[in-house]
């Protein structure tokens, strides 16, 4: 069974800087593509980003130009390199891979931007 584990969360001011990891381990092949999504209290899960086995990048409109997508060569471990945090980034973060044989999700990790 894939599991998917993220780690790098926490309390970070306006302004600053995180970045989350996405460890994969399991029957990892056929794969989509690999993203990070995020459910803010009160919200949907929303895509943040996305990237494909061909490394085409997706992003939602409220995160361009400040958060990076990538990945390991082995798809191993995926990341979420976000700038310049806002108070509105504050949601919890999800890991997901799409493949062929299923959809999986992480348990989420918690990113909170406050002063």
């Known amino acids: 069974q894939v599991q998917l584990v993220e780690s790098g969360g926490g309390l970070v001011q306006p302004g600053g800087s995180l970045r989350l990891s996405c460890a994969a381990s399991g029957p990892i092949f056929s794969i989509n593509y690999m993203g990070w999504y995020r459910q803010a209290p009160g919200k949907q899960r929303e895509l943040v980003a996305t990237?494909?086995?061909?490394?085409?990048?997706n992003y939602s409109d409220s995160v361009k130009g400040r958060f990076t997508i990538s990945r390991d060569n082995a798809w191993n471990t995926a990341y979420l390199h976000m700038n310049s945090l806002k108070p509105e980034d504050t949601a919890v973060y999800y890991c997901?891979?799409?493949?062929?044989?299923?959809?999986?999700w992480g348990q989420g990790t918690q990113v909170t931007v406050s002063s």
């Open positions: 997901n891979l799409n493949s062929w044989r299923g959809d999986y």
């Open positions: 990237m494909t086995t061909k490394n085409s990048t």
